[in-house]
Nanobody
Framework: VQLVESGGGLVQAGDSLRLSCTSP????????MGWFRQAPGKQRELIAL????????NYADSVRGRFTISRDNAKNTVYLQMNNLKPEDTAVYYC?????????WGQGTQVTVSS
């Protein structure tokens, strides 16, 4: 089952975007989830985690204070609110379970931040 990410785009530094992640089945609503990103020439990195009930979150230092992960299990969807975007946030953004499963990687959604 591949997860489906959406909401990316081309924005200017300082702008905001909200990414969404869902799945054909109930994969999202039944698992702790994470957002990952992969910038050109770099390895994929984990940037945000959320527990199954949404009460616990954790962030990479590079996004803490600017990004917020949340979820709506009734909608089988996890979100990533990204504020004060910077050019270094440019990457393809993916969601996956935590721990991640190779079979769940989707196409990702491109976020490009211009200076």
């Amino acid at each position: 089952v591949q997860l489906v990410e959406s909401g990316g785009g081309l924005v200017q530094a300082g702008d905001s975007l909200r990414l969404s992640c869902t799945s054909p089945g109930s994969t999202v609503s039944r698992n702790a989830m994470g957002w990952f990103r992969q910038a050109p020439g770099k390895q994929r990195e984990l940037i945000a985690l959320i527990s199954l009930n949404g009460r616990s979150t954790n962030y990479a230092d590079s996004v803490r204070g600017r990004f917020t992960i949340s979820r709506d299990n009734a909608k089988n969807t996890v979100y990533l609110q990204m504020n004060n975007l910077k050019p270094e946030d440019t990457a393809v953004y993916y969601c996956n379970t935590s721990p991640y499963m190779d079979d769940y990687w989707g196409q990702g959604t491109q976020v490009t931040v211009s200076s």
